[in-house]
Each structure stands twice: as C-alpha cells, then as structure tokens.
Nanobody, 127 residues
C-alpha cells in the first residue's frame, strides 16, 4: 500500500512558476513509476507528466504536449518525493493536480495504469 500526499499548490499569476510536491509513504518508493495528472473544472482528468523508476542513476520522463518545455518532473528517492516544476504558467493550467504511482507502467500516460492516487492540490493561474 502506498499513500500519496501532494502539496505546494496555490494562486499565481500568468507567467509565474510554481513547484508542487508529492510525498509517498513506504520504503519501496523507487519500485514505482510516478505520474502527475490534472483535472480542470468541467473537464476530464488528463495526463501531465511521468517519471520512470531510477535505473543506472537515470530516469525516463514523459510529458503531455501542452506542458512540454514548461514543466519538469523529477524524483528524489531519498525523500520519497516526486516534484513537478511548473514554469511560464498559463490560465489554462488551472486545475487540481494529482500524483499517482504504479509498479506496472506501460505507456505511463493512461490513468488506468496507476494504482495509487493522492487527494490533489489546487493550482490556480490568474490572467
């Protein structure tokens, strides 16, 4: 069982940066690929970014086209934490951001691949 707790959301202006974090319980954090998803009001939850487990000191990262070049996902296995650094934020980035964990990633982008979810953190970007 893995418990995920997100933090770091808030209200920012367009063009600002924000970093959200997700701390995982348990001692096998690096057994899990981690993902970030978001859900805007009235819309379905969508993939944002994902990171593979650490192998040979490197992880693979994956991004939605809408955030590529602006967002960066990273993980710190010593802290059981995954981060999402968000730069050049836009009003359309406004959403609740969820982190998720899986031991059986395939594409890394489908919600159905993920077994554990956090409760989410609100990010609001004003214009």
């Amino acid at each position: 069982q893995v418990q995920l707790v997100e933090s770091g959301g808030g209200l920012v202006q367009a063009g600002d940066s924000l970093r959200v974090s997700c701390v995982a319980s348990g001692r096998t954090f690096n057994d899990y690929a981690m993902g970030w998803f978001r859900q805007a009001p009235g819309k379905e939850r969508e993939f944002v970014a994902a990171i593979s487990v650490l192998r040979w000191s490197a992880s693979r990262t994956y991004y939605a086209d809408s955030v590529k070049g602006r967002f960066t996902i990273s993980r710190d296995n010593a802290k059981n934490t995954v981060y999402l650094q968000m730069n050049s934020l836009k009003p359309e980035d406004t959403a609740v951001y969820y982190c998720a964990a899986t031991r059986r990633p395939t594409s890394y982008t489908f919600q159905s691949e993920y077994d554990y979810w956090g409760q989410g953190t609100q990010v609001t970007v004003s214009s």
